[in-house]
């Protein structure tokens, strides 16, 4: 699988991680009640938010002044997906390395 770069520059933030547990917690939110939440500008807010819809991970709609924000769930769970694999090829990689320290132990014990 490959990884989205953009995906997890997108996530990497804190404050945009933040944001995405809010937005899931409540169905949804924009940048006026989200900055309610967060210590964080409006302003920042939306900036924010520009990032995480490039990313595909949100998607907006007018709602009155404002823009409604909800959670891509397709898109999200590409990047659950994404960290699964992730993690797998690393869990692989670090079982290597503790094979070849362990055969490096027992070559100097003989």
Known sequence: ??????????????TRRRMLDLLLAGGGGTATTLAQELPVTRQAVAKHLGVLDRAGLVRATPEGRERRYRIDDAQLARAVAQLASVGSEWDARLQRVKRIAEAIQRSQRD
Do not use: Q
Request: net charge negative; proline share 7%.
């Open 1 to 14: 699988m490959t990884v989205d770069d953009d995906l997890w520059s997108a996530i990497g933030d804190p």
